[in-house]
C-alpha cells in the first residue's frame, strides 16, 4: 500500500517546491532598486524554464544510456553543488 501512495506523494511535494520557489525570487527581484525589474522577472522566468528543460533532456540522455538508478547520484551531486555554491558565498 505504501508503495502506492508514496510516488503521488512525492511528486505533490516536489510540484510544490517548485512552485513555491518562483514567488520568494521574484519578490527579491522586484524589491531591488536602480534595475529594470520587468526585464528582470521575465529573465528569471526564462532561466527558470529553461533549467527545466535542460534538467529533462539531461535525464532522458541519462536513461538512455545509463541505469535509471543515475539519476538519484546526478540528483544528488547537483543537489549537493547547488548548496555548497549557496552556502560559501
Do not use: H
Not at 1 to 24: E, K, N, Q, Y
Amino acid at each position: 500500500m505504501f508503495l502506492f501512495i508514496f510516488p503521488p506523494l512525492g511528486c505533490l511535494l516536489w510540484g510544490f517546491a517548485g512552485w513555491a520557489s518562483i514567488v520568494p525570487q521574484q519578490y527579491k527581484i522586484l524589491a531591488l532598486e536602480n534595475i529594470d525589474t520587468t526585464a528582470a522577472v521575465a529573465l528569471n522566468s526564462s532561466i527558470n524554464y529553461l533549467g527545466g528543460a535542460v534538467g529533462t533532456a539531461l535525464g532522458g540522455i541519462l536513461l538512455t544510456f545509463f541505469v535509471p538508478s543515475i539519476l538519484v547520484i546526478v540528483a544528488m551531486s547537483v543537489l549537493l553543488f547547488s548548496l555548497f555554491i549557496v552556502y560559501t558565498r
